[in-house]
T-cell receptor, first 112, second 114 residues
């Protein structure tokens, strides 16, 4: 079992839909949870960052972390065609400089 | 520029040749990371630099892979005797701090070994 599991999709939704993206993990030492967005032939860019459990909201994006279930989610409200990209979850422990462990990414397509 | 710059953006090489990939981090960023993104595999950690030192090189897949960083700035990832399984996008990220939230990724070098 990989440390981080993420359904690769693809996921196709109409404009305006609510999108739910999820990852599960096995390492209970993970404390930092991130969501990255990656457009084709570009590097990943950080969307959301959460420490430990809880929710975090930023505009149309909401990140949720449930450490008891080892499950994290990213919700996108009122999805736009510009949200079409690959979404990667990433996690790490507490040590300084520790590497991020990434999911394989979910490819999202939002049609207008 | 304001971002992380990687060169070349694309590299096609013959099996068995050596390649060098370059990363210019954001000025002042002390932490630098190399990752590899293979088709269907997600991003895999290769090596982490803090200044010119590499406290974590645990992700380098074999002794054909090496990396250095000079002047606390530019980093070079070298792959010797390239193999077809080395074909991937090699991504560099830099950060002003050691926490996981400060990464800025470059656009990567797409390496194809033929």
């Amino acid at each position: 079992q990989k440390e981080v599991e993420q359904d690769p999709g693809p996921l196709s939704v109409p404009e305006g839909a609510i999108v739910s993206l999820n990852c599960t993990y096995s390492n209970s030492a993970f404390q930092y949870f991130m969501w990255y967005r990656q457009y084709s032939r570009k590097g990943p860019e950080l969307l959301m960052y959460t420490y430990s459990s809880g929710n975090k909201e930023d505009g149309r994006f909401t990140a949720q972390v449930d450490k008891s279930s080892k499950y994290i989610s990213l919700f996108i409200r009122d999805s736009q065609p510009s949200d079409s990209a690959t979404y990667l979850c990433a996690m790490s422990g507490n040590q300084a400089g520790t590497a991020l462990i990434f999911g394989k990414g979910t490819t999202l397509s939002v049609s207008s | 520029g304001a971002g992380v710059s990687q060169s070349p953006s694309n590299k096609v090489t013959e099996k068995g040749k050596d390649v060098e990939l370059r990363c210019d981090p954001i000025s002042g960023h002390t932490a630098l990371y190399w990752y590899r993104q293979s088709l269907g595999q997600g991003l895999e950690f290769l090596i982490y630099f803090q200044g010119n030192s590499a406290p974590d090189k645990s992700g380098l897949p074999s002794d054909r892979f090496s990396a250095e960083r000079t002047g606390g700035s530019v980093s070079t990832l070298t792959i010797q005797r390239t193999q077809q399984e080395d074909s991937a996008v090699y991504l560099c990220a830099s950060s002003p701090r050691t926490g996981p939230d400060g990464y800025t990724f470059g656009s990567g070098t797409r390496l194809t070994v033929v």
